[in-house]
């Protein structure tokens, strides 16, 4: 890595990342979503357009703006919006990351008129999303890397080694909800790798654009040996 100009790292390369929350429609004023804001998946965006890379960012709901020019933004609402682009996008490029927080269910049927309130309770149907990751993992071609986010606040490494090999991933980046600083609505974050050699590599808490350098060297020590 040391012997290639930082901005001249991923020149040439084409990433796609997933950043923010989905929002799933119940009627027309109201969703199901989550505290995802979309700074990690930002700031990763941000390392590898520095680095020289063409960046496909597919975000859902956020108040954040991409800043390089070299980033292309695709703003998305739902799960189902999200997985059309990113499956669209996938066999154009050289790696994705896929950051965001996905809604695993959504209402099986949005009404398309406000509902009303009526008896105490209230049930709402749901459907499983579709996991675009897994799907990713799927379609994924010699050649190509793709990096997923394990959240998780129990068996940790476990379940996200088991996730890395369920979905066919190259490392995956486990963020657990103990670590004081880490996750949702912070402005750091404190990341766990495992690659799919099984190494573990533990980082301190930093920055989110600290920690989206850390994942970036990551992706360049793969890409170039
Ligand atoms: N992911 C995705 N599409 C989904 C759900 C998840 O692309 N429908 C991706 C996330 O962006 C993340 C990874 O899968 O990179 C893991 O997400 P996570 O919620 O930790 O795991 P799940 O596989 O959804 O399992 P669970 O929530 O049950 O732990
Ligand atoms: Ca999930």
């Given at each position: 890595?040391?012997s290639?100009s930082?901005?001249?790292?991923?020149?040439?390369?084409?990433i796609?990342?997933?950043a923010?929350?989905?929002y799933?429609a119940?009627?027309p004023?109201r969703?199901?979503g989550n505290?995802?804001?979309?700074?990690?998946?930002?700031?990763?965006a941000?390392?590898?357009?520095?680095?020289g890379?063409?960046?496909?960012?597919?975000?859902g709901?956020?108040?954040?703006?991409?800043?390089?020019?070299?980033i292309?933004?695709?703003?998305?609402?739902?799960?189902?919006?999200?997985?059309?682009?990113?499956v669209?996008?996938f066999?154009?490029?050289?790696?994705?990351?896929?950051?965001a927080?996905?809604?695993?269910?959504?209402?099986?049927q949005?009404?398309?008129?406000?509902?009303?309130?009526s008896?105490?309770?209230?049930?709402?149907e749901?459907?499983?999303?579709r996991?675009?990751?897994?799907?990713?993992?799927?379609?994924?071609?010699n050649?190509?890397?793709?990096?997923?986010?394990a959240?998780?606040?129990?068996n940790?490494?476990?379940?996200?080694?088991?996730?890395?090999?369920?979905?066919?991933?190259?490392?995956?980046?486990?963020?657990?909800?103990?670590?004081?600083?880490?996750?949702?609505?912070?402005?750091?974050?404190?990341?766990?790798?495992?690659d799919?050699?099984?190494?573990?590599?533990?980082?301190?808490?930093?920055?989110?654009?600290?920690?989206?350098?850390?994942?970036?060297?990551k992706?360049?020590?793969?890409i170039?040996?």
């Open positions: 890595i040391n290639i930082v901005q001249q790292q991923l020149t040439g390369k084409k796609l990342i997933t923010g929350p989905t799933e119940i009627d004023v969703f199901i505290h995802s804001t979309g700074k990690m998946g930002f700031a990763i941000e390392d590898v357009a520095k680095r890379a063409d960046v496909i960012l597919v975000t709901p956020t108040s954040l703006k991409a800043e390089h020019k070299n292309k933004t695709i703003a998305v609402t739902s799960a189902e919006e999200m997985y059309t682009q990113a669209s996008f066999n154009t490029v050289d790696a994705a990351i896929l950051s927080a996905v809604a695993d269910y959504k209402p099986t949005p009404a398309q008129q406000k509902i009303k309130k008896d105490d309770s209230f049930n709402l749901l459907t499983k999303t996991d675009i990751l897994a799907d990713l993992g799927k379609m994924k071609e050649g190509q890397l793709l990096i997923g986010f959240l998780e606040t129990n940790e490494i476990e379940n996200a080694k088991i996730k890395l090999k369920k979905k066919n991933l190259d490392f995956i980046i486990l963020n657990s909800l103990n670590d004081k600083g880490a996750g949702f609505k912070t402005d750091t974050n404190k990341i766990t790798i495992i799919k050699d099984e190494k573990i590599e533990e980082y301190d808490l930093k920055s989110k654009a600290e920690v989206a350098h850390d994942i970036v060297n992706v360049i020590s793969i170039h040996g």
